[in-house]
């Protein structure tokens, strides 16, 4: 089992920039896969981009692309998220994820809120 605990969320004006954390512990050795979802109130939780822990290879959302950059730190078993250029639209609960060999992400963090509002 993999535990995930995110950080970094918060309160930001439209144009602005955070940078989230996802500390892994556990069977870090299972893990083939990071990534950040979000859920926006009364949507349904999307990918915003995933990384993998070996070559680092990336995807992105549409939506994301070219504002967020995910990294990752093996060292430290951490995942970044770095938002630039915040929207509004860009308000949601954002959740870190892990997955193994399969393509299902199982493992979840407990959540950090975004809010993009002037």
């Known amino acids: 089992q993999v535990q995930l605990v995110e950080s970094g969320g918060g309160l930001v004006q439209p144009g602005g920039s955070l940078r989230l954390s996802c500390a892994a512990s556990?069977?870090?050795?299972?893990?083939?896969?990071m990534g950040w979802f979000r859920q926006a109130p009364g949507k349904e939780r999307v990918v915003v981009a995933t990384?993998?822990?070996?070559?680092?290879?990336?995807y992105y959302a549409d939506s994301v692309k070219g504002r967020f950059t995910i990294s990752r730190d093996n060292a430290k078993n951490t995942v970044y998220l770095q938002m630039n250029s915040l929207k509004p639209e860009d308000t949601a609960v954002y959740y870190c994820?892990?997955?193994?060999?399969?393509?299902?992400?199982?493992?979840w963090g407990q959540g950090t809120q975004v809010t993009v509002s002037s």
């Open positions: 994820a892990s997955r193994g060999a399969t393509l299902q992400f199982d493992s």
């Open positions: 556990g069977r870090i050795s299972s893990v083939y896969a």
């Open positions: 990384i993998t822990r070996g070559s680092g290879s990336t």
